[in-house]
Structures are given as structure tokens and as C-alpha cells.
């Protein structure tokens, strides 16, 4: 048994002792600082999450237990220990910040898109990087799943004649049709990517009609 699970046996009996919930001790734990909700505290002492650096400390804290104890009745050295739960608590956080640093990216080059297209609408040249459909799939492709019947509105009050609604009822109709085979346990894609593609070729073939100002390097 490791010194992980020896501090979850530890901890449940000592607040069992105490006649304490687990809410009782992730409130505890929560006016020293440490932020951590009852089901998060639950499912540490049930052994589907492991307890963070500073967590281990506040729960000996809290519930009075001995780490050096715990760690030895295990045959454990705790300061080894404790730096390897510190090394691999660490290696989350730097991967949870690399993952945060790419959805922001995503979002900035979102918002750089969505303004460049509404330059263009209002007739300014506008000069993207990347294909066409890529440009329409990111700035767009929300739209289409979301509000399908408002984004063809707008298109056709510019001078669209339906090819845009058309389009999304297509797509819409081939991710439905996905969905059911998925359901069915058929496998592949929910959406094939043949028809996605399909469909962002059609509606940028109109964005550059109606906003000639958007130069693509595939042009």
C-alpha cells in the first residue's frame, strides 16, 4: 500500500473519529485556504483523485494526522514522498497552463478572424493567411450549427440567393445523418469531413462575392 493510500485510510478514520462529514472538512480545509469542494475531498478520499502538494498538508492539518506516521507505517520515506506528489502536481499544472495558452491562441486567432471579416464586409481589403475554407469553418462554423437560419438570413440580405441556406441544410442533414449511425454503433465520424469541407467551399465561394475586400493566398 502506498503513502497516497495510507492517507486515505488515515483520513477517513480520523474524520469518522471526529464525527465529521466530508463536507465538514472541505469546509475546513476551504477557510485555511485551500480550494477544494466537498465532492472533490470525497472522491480524494475514494481514491479517484489524487490530493495536490498543499492539500496534503491542510488535510493532516484539518484531521490531526501524523504525515511522518503515516508515511512510516508504510515503510515509506515521506520526504521522498512529498517531492514526488510536489514533481507530479507540478507536471499537471504545467500541462493544464500549455493547455489553457493553446485555447487562448485558438480564441485570439478567432476574434483576429471574425475582425478581419467584418472589415471586409464594410469594403475594407483584408489580406487572410490560410485557405479559404479553413477561414470560414473557424469564423463561421459556430454559427452553423447554432443559428443555421440567422446566418443564411444574412447572407441573403446581402445578395445571396440561397446557395448559403442550402449549404447548411446540407451540412446540418449530413451530421444528422451522422449522428444516427453513431447511435446505431456504426463506426466513423458523426460528420464525414468530405461534407464539412463541402460545405465551407460553397459558403466561401459567397463570402468572396459579397466581400470582395478578403484576399486568401489560394486565390
Known amino acids: 500500500m502506498d503513502a497516497t493510500e495510507q492517507l486515505r485510510i488515515a483520513a477517513r478514520r480520523a474524520r469518522e473519529r471526529k464525527n465529521m462529514r466530508q463536507e465538514d472538512v472541505a469546509a475546513e480545509l476551504r477557510?485555511?485556504?485551500?480550494?477544494?469542494?466537498?465532492?472533490?475531498?470525497?472522491?480524494?478520499?475514494?481514491g479517484a483523485r489524487a490530493g495536490k502538494f498543499d492539500e496534503v498538508s491542510a488535510i493532516a492539518q484539518v484531521l490531526e494526522l501524523d504525515l511522518n506516521a503515516i508515511a512510516r507505517s508504510g515503510g515509506i520515506d515521506v520526504e521522498d514522498w512529498l517531492t514526488r506528489t510536489a514533481e507530479a502536481n507540478f507536471k499537471n499544472a504545467e500541462e493544464a497552463l500549455e493547455e489553457a495558452r493553446d485555447e487562448f491562441e485558438d480564441f485570439a486567432r478567432y476574434r483576429r478572424l471574425t475582425a478581419d471579416m467584418l472589415s471586409a464586409l464594410s469594403g475594407e481589403a483584408v489580406q487572410i493567411r490560410g485557405p479559404k475554407r479553413d477561414f470560414v469553418g473557424r469564423v463561421l462554423g459556430q454559427a452553423i450549427r447554432e443559428i443555421p437560419d440567422d446566418l443564411a438570413d444574412f447572407f441573403e440580405s446581402r445578395g445571396d440567393d440561397g446557395e448559403v441556406r442550402a449549404a447548411i441544410t446540407e451540412y446540418n442533414s449530413a451530421a444528422a445523418a451522422g449522428r444516427e449511425r453513431r447511435r446505431a454503433g456504426a463506426p466513423g465520424l458523426s460528420l464525414r469531413p468530405e461534407n464539412a469541407q463541402k460545405c465551407w467551399d460553397r459558403i466561401a465561394a459567397v463570402l468572396e462575392k459579397i466581400a470582395p475586400g478578403l484576399e486568401f493566398p489560394d486565390d
Not at 477557510?31 to 475514494?46: L, M, R
Request: a negative charge; hydrophobic letters at 40%.
Open 31 to 46: 477557510q485555511i485556504g485551500i480550494d477544494i469542494t466537498s465532492n472533490a475531498y470525497a472522491k480524494f478520499e475514494g
